[in-house]
């Protein structure tokens, strides 16, 4: 997850290489730079 502030808010999701990702419609978002696929489901997010 992605947070910032203080308190803390999360504001969005990042890759295993440390890219944020973008979600489309269906949930999904792909590393620009591993190309891995990640989802989002049920409020979090794992790699597919």
């Not at 910032?4 to 590393?31: D, K, Y």
């Given at each position: 997850?992605?947070?910032?502030?203080n308190?803390?808010?999360?504001?969005?999701?990042?890759?295993?290489?440390?890219?944020?990702?973008?979600f489309?419609?269906?949930?999904?978002?792909?590393?620009?730079?591993?190309?891995?696929?990640?989802i989002?489901?049920?409020?979090?997010?794992?790699?597919?």
């Amino acid at each position: 997850a992605l947070v910032i502030g203080n308190p803390a808010r999360q504001m969005g999701w990042m890759s295993e290489f440390g890219h944020r990702l973008t979600f489309n419609e269906e949930g999904i978002a792909v590393c620009p730079e591993s190309g891995e696929k990640y989802i989002l489901k049920n409020g979090g997010v794992r790699k597919v």
